[in-house]
């Protein structure tokens, strides 16, 4: 079993940057494609970034795009989404979760986080 714990969150006005960490335990997630989500009050939650296990290969959203990094360390069994030129829109809670496959999709994770708030504040 894996064990996610997401940290990093908080209240950044627009046009700042927030970097999430998410922490892995329990097994390590080194070949495991990980994954960042969102849920919006009132919407579905949604793919925000993926990374295969190696992180050769990533992948974002429209909405994202040119604005978020997503990045692992192996060694740390962490993955980071780095956020900027943040807008309000972008205010949600974040889900990290990891993927037995080991590269990345937007759906279909097998192990998720208990999410963290961002709020970007106009």
């Known amino acids: 079993q894996v064990q996610l714990v997401e940290s990093g969150g908080g209240l950044v006005q627009a046009g700042g940057s927030l970097r999430l960490s998410c922490a892995a335990s329990g097994r390590t997630v080194s070949r495991y494609a990980m994954g960042w989500f969102r849920q919006a009050p009132g919407k579905e939650r949604e793919f925000v970034a993926g990374?295969?296990?190696?992180?050769?290969?990533?992948g974002y959203a429209d909405s994202v795009k040119g604005r978020f990094t997503i990045s692992r360390d192996n060694g740390k069994n962490t993955v980071y989404l780095q956020m900027n030129s943040l807008r309000p829109e972008d205010t949600a809670v974040y889900y990290c979760?990891?993927?037995?496959?080991?590269?990345?999709?937007?759906?279909?994770?097998?192990?998720w986080g208990q999410g963290t708030k961002v709020t970007v504040a106009s």
């Open positions: 979760a990891a993927d037995e496959s080991p590269y990345y999709r937007d759906y279909g994770y097998d192990y």
């Open positions: 990374i295969s296990w190696s992180g050769g290969n990533r």
